[in-house]
C-alpha cells in the first residue's frame, strides 16, 4: 500500500527536521510529477528562533529535491502571516517576539501558544488565502510522526478539529507505514547531504527553537554553556512581559519548575550542576 499517495491537495507541514524531510523524500518518490504539482504544497513556518543550520537545511532540501517550499512567518497585522524566503526569514526571533508582545505573556509547557500561532495557525490562514482548508477546498495535512513516537500518534488521531483545522484532515504517513527512527537514520546516512546538527539516537536535540522551553532541563542548560548569547533572547523575554499573567506559570517565565534563562546565563560560567536528573523532552508539534 503506497501511504504517501497524494489523494487530493496535501500540505506537507515541514519541520526542517530529519523526520520531516525524510516524509517530503517519500512522497515525491510515491507520487507522479503530475500529482506532486497538482496537489503538494510543502510549507515551513520559522519562529526566528531555529537554528541557522535548519534553514540552511530547508533550502537545500528544495534545491536538491526540486520542489518549492514556502516559507511563512507569524506577523501581529490582518494578513496574520508573511510569506518570506531563505534570504528574508527572521533569524533573530522577530515572529516570537511578536507573539509574545501580542499575548503579553509567555507559553509554557501546558499553554503552548507557541507551536500553534507560530506555526499551525499561520499556515490555516497561509491556505485561506488561497481558498483552501475550507468546506469547499478540504486539504490532508501531512505531518511526520513516526511509528515509534506512539503517543503523539495517539495524540493527533484523538485531537478534536478546531475551526480553523475543520476541513483538513491530519495524515501521518511514516505512522501508518511503520517508520521508526532506524529508517530515518539509514536513509540520511545514504544520502549526498544532511542536516548538520548532531543527531543523538535519532533524536535533533538542538533542532527547532534552539532553547525551546519543552527540551530537557539539561540539554537547554548545556546549549547555554557552550553559546551563552543563545539564551540572552529567552531571557530578554521573560524580563520583557509583566508578571501575573494567565493559566500556569506566572506568565513571565517559560517554565516555572526550572531557574529563569537569566539564571542559567548566571550559572553558566560555573560547573554547577544545576540539573541533577535527565530530564526527556516534551514532543510537541513542532517535532523532528
Ligand atoms: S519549538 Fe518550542 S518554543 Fe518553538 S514554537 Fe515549538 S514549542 Fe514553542
Not at 528574508?88 to 507557541?114: D, H, M
Request: include cysteine.
Amino acid at each position: 500500500m503506497n501511504h504517501y499517495r497524494l489523494r487530493g491537495t496535501t500540505v506537507v507541514s515541514f519541520s526542517g527536521g530529519r523526520t520531516s524531510a525524510y516524509m517530503l523524500f517519500m512522497v515525491l518518490l510515491h507520487n507522479t510529477a503530475e500529482d506532486i504539482a497538482r496537489y503538494l504544497l510543502i510549507i515551513f513556518a520559522n519562529t526566528g528562533k531555529e537554528h541557522p543550520i535548519t534553514l540552511e537545511f530547508v533550502r537545500e532540501c528544495a534545491e536538491r529535491w526540486n520542489v518549492p517550499i514556502i516559507w511563512l512567518e507569524f506577523r501581529d497585522d490582518d494578513t496574520g502571516f508573511s510569506v518570506v524566503d531563505y534570504a528574508t526569514a527572521s533569524r533573530q526571533g522577530e515572529p516570537f517576539e511578536a507573539l509574545i508582545r501580542k499575548r503579553k505573556y509567555l507559553p509554557n509547557p501546558v499553554t503552548r501558544f507557541c507551536t500553534i500561532d507560530l506555526k499551525i495557525r499561520i499556515i490555516h490562514k497561509y491556505l485561506r488565502s488561497l481558498g483552501l482548508s475550507t468546506e469547499d477546498a478540504p486539504v490532508d495535512m501531512m505531518t511526520g510522526i513516526r511509528a515509534d513516537e506512539p503517543r503523539r500518534v495517539a495524540k493527533i488521531r484523538h485531537r478534536k478539529s478546531t475551526s480553523e483545522s475543520k476541513w483538513a484532515t491530519m495524515v501521518m504517513p511514516l505512522a501508518d507505514a511503520g517508520v521508526g527512527v532506524q529508517e530515518v537514520t539509514d536513509f540520511w546516512a545514504g544520502q549526498p547531504f544532511d542536516l548538520m546538527l548532531p543527531n543523538i539516537n535519532g533524536r535533533t536535540l538542538e533542532g527547532n527553537c534552539d532553547l525551546c522551553f519543552l527540551k530537557g532541563a539539561k540539554q537547554v542548560y548545556s546549549i547555554i554553556a557552550s553559546d551563552r548569547p543563545k539564551a540572552e533572547w529567552w531571557a530578554r523575554m521573560e524580563s520583557s512581559v509583566v508578571s501575573g499573567g494567565k493559566s500556569t506559570g506566572n506568565g513571565d517565565r517559560f517554565r516555572s519548575d526550572r531557574p529563569s534563562y537569566q539564571q542559567m546565563l548566571d550559572y553558566s560560567d560555573t560547573q554547577f550542576d544545576m540539573f541533577a536528573d535527565h530530564e526527556e523532552a516534551i514532543a510537541c508539534f513542532c517535532g523532528d
